[in-house]
């Protein structure tokens, strides 16, 4: 016990830093420290721009502006790469062509071709060199975006409070935004890049207008339909991606339903169901994918032929003008060259305003979630609740969860005074719960107010007041990684032997050194690998390992064994001791370790008292306990441990 009751005081080196500002000079009582000292990743260098009435692409700004040194650098290369690209046509064709290989060695104006063999030689590499580092930024520049804008999501929905987690669909909400997040980070980036090969391209048709302007028209002409067709290609391509990305993910919640559900799938013997579910949607993606690739075969081959097409013209029309000594045949040798150079950038810019669109559509979506404030927030001013006795007042309580609803806690008033464990016990749907999540302020409460130690909750800060207060619910949540992890969670800096005897208040050691690797074992998703009542022991032992001045237990036995709960009675009531604890209970063993007992319904408290008392006054009260599984039908209900069942 006195292991886990050390002091929280300057743990780790890192602590200073963020400390700071709660620290008085010479205060000699220990501190509250902020449990995640270290920065476990690079937070975010920028973010979105909070003015919605901007457009989604000012609005992003910010965020590329954040890397405009690898972007500009990138950029920069791309258009030197391409610019030499240019000329290789140009000494090919027009030069070597003429100089080297029409003349003849002694003529005037004799080069030697390997001259320009040298020259095209040491374009190549450098371009080559050039595009290499362009591609490397680029893609650097890329998957930077992508990262920030998926912490600047992740850490926005961190702080989101409660209520939004009540109304929005978790898991569909981290689908979209990874698919989002994509078609922005693409347009952000490339949609740069694609301007710049088309500038590119007006260099190109420059050094063709220079040679021949008649030519140089021949030469462009098919490109206003290579445009013109992949605007078209993408414009009913477009809606079929669209389908394919959302056939995609109806799969892979179907996938992820039936792995996840299989225990309810089995259960029902519904196998063949979810396989033709399966099967149903899997044709549907089949269809969206057939489609797309039906629409590729019709317009790829147009697209190709067309800048053949091109190519023809340029060897006819040339070929007159070379007859008619109006230009070099090298010159139809570089546009050859240059038309295919071309054609890239001309296709793509089609398919830049339909990135467009989608990136727009996405950032909507995006903008939506981040937009949406917190509504639960430190306000300006906050303090930090610092050696906190304990002393919990639910001052006159009324709170709906919704604004239209019921009221759930209705005038609820409650003190409990530091050190004292309180049992409250009620029907099911009476508020319990809603009580144990206003007192670490889950939701701000609608009238009255949520008192700690004096302070009204809304005064403190929400990391400093959470800290304080252990809250362990009946619906226990482990993480996939190994019991020790999942027991030091809220302390990742504790001692093995801390953990060890948190484990063991919390009846949790002994299970846990008969798995295959005692600690060290990996639990299955979610804690699926062990029983509930394990379960809860663990999160149990969770709770006391942070050692919080405030305990809140949520039915947090419900799932343990009769038998072994009253074993761990010692240890929990070690544990409960010098601390403020509310207990919410069916059981009668687990309400003999409360003080008092308190009776709720619809929302306020209707009896308070000794458990022999209300058994003898409250028809309500032996009616809630007859449910009690510890209890034989037709037996009255009585404590285990007779008499006050304190905690002394
Ligand atoms: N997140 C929520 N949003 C809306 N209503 C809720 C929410 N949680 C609980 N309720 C409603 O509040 C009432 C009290 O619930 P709860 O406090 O969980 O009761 P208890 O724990 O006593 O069984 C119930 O009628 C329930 O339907
Ligand atoms: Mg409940």
Redesign the pocket.
């Known amino acids: 016990m006195t292991a886990i009751r050390e002091p929280r005081g300057a743990t780790g080196p890192t602590a200073g830093a963020q400390t700071d500002r709660r620290i008085t000079p010479g205060d000699s009582s220990s501190p509250w420290i902020p449990l995640a000292e270290e920065p476990r990743y690079q937070p975010p260098r920028a973010a979105i721009d909070p003015d919605s009435t901007k457009s989604w692409l000012r609005r992003a700004m910010p965020i590329v502006k954040a890397h405009k040194a690898t972007f500009l650098t990138a950029m920069i290369m791309s258009a030197f790469g391409l610019i030499l690209q240019v000329q290789i046509p140009q000494l090919l064709g027009q030069d070597a062509l003429t100089h080297s290989i029409v003349l003849h060695r002694g003529m005037a104006g004799y080069v030697p071709l390997a001259h320009y063999v040298k020259l095209v030689f040491i374009l190549a590499v450098v371009a080559g060199i050039a595009g290499f580092i362009s591609r490397l930024f680029l893609m650097t520049t890329a998957y930077k975006i992508e990262f920030d804008l998926r912490n600047i999501i992740y850490e926005h929905l961190t702080r989101m409070s409660f209520p939004f987690y ?1 109304r929005v669909q978790s898991g569909q909400l981290i689908s979209r935004a990874n698919s989002d997040i994509r078609s922005v980070q693409m347009y952000l980036t490339f949609a740069p890049n694609i301007l710049v090969q088309c500038g590119i391209a007006l260099v190109a048709f420059i050094y063709m207008l220079r040679i021949n302007v008649p030519l140089a028209c021949v030469a462009m002409s098919t490109m206003p339909f290579i445009y013109v067709l992949g605007v078209r290609m993408r414009k009913s391509m477009f809606p079929v991606s669209w389908l394919i990305q959302s056939r995609l993910a109806d799969v892979a919640t179907i996938v992820d339903e039936n792995i996840n559900g299989v225990r309810v799938v089995k259960s029902f013997a519904a196998e063949d169901q979810q396989l033709r579910s399966l099967a149903k949607a899997a044709d549907r993606l089949q269809w969206a994918y057939i489609k797309d690739a039906d629409l590729r075969a019709k317009f790829t081959p147009a697209v190709q032929n067309l800048s053949q097409l091109g190519l023809a013209l340029v060897v006819l029309f040339g070929g007159y003008l070379v007859v008619h000594d109006r230009i070099q045949v090298g010159a139809i040798l570089s546009f050859s060259f240059w038309i295919v150079m071309l054609q890239a950038p001309f296709q793509m810019l089609g398919m830049l305003i339909m990135m467009g669109q989608r990136a727009a559509a996405s950032a909507d979506r995006i903008y939506e979630i981040l937009d949406e404030k917190p509504t639960i927030y430190d306000r300006p001013g906050a303090i930090d609740l610092i050696d906190c006795r304990g002393d919990v007042h639910f001052n006159d309580i009324t709170f709906a ?2 604004e239209d ?1 019921p009221n ?1 806690l209705d005038h609820f008033e409650l003190r409990i005074r530091p050190g004292e464990t309180v049992a409250l016990v ?1 029907r ?7 009580v144990a999540r206003v007192l670490p302020r889950f939701y701000d409460v609608d009238g009255g107010a949520m008192v700690i130690d004096g302070h009204d909750v809304r005064d403190l800060t929400l990391d400093s007041l959470r800290a304080q207060i252990g809250i362990v619910l009946d619906e226990p949540f482990l993480f996939s990684m190994s019991v020790r992890d999942n027991i030091a969670y809220g302390r990742p800096e504790a001692d093995f032997a801390d953990i060890v005897a948190a484990a063991q208040a919390a009846g949790a050691d002994g299970f846990i050194r008969e798995l295959a690797d005692g600690y060290d074992t990996v639990v299955g998703e979610r804690g699926y690998t062990l029983s509930g009542g394990q379960r809860q022991r663990i999160a149990i032992a969770r709770t006391l390992l942070v050692n919080p001045p405030i305990l809140v237990l949520d039915d947090a036995t419900s799932a343990i064994d009769v038998q072994v709960e009253l074993q761990i009675h010692d240890g929990l009531k070690r544990m409960m001791q010098g601390r403020t604890t509310l207990i919410i209970a069916h059981r009668l063993s687990t309400i003999s370790l409360a003080d008092r007992v308190l009776l709720m319904d619809e929302g306020r408290i209707v009896a308070d008292g000794t458990h022999v008392e209300l058994m003898a006054t409250v028809p309500l009260y032996a009616e809630v306990l007859a449910q009690a599984d510890d209890v034989e039908p037709g037996q009255i209900p009585e404590l285990p441990h007779l008499g006050t069942g304190g905690t002394d």
């Open positions: 009540d969860y919704n609803g759930i009620g099911t749907g009476s508020g319990k719960s809603t």
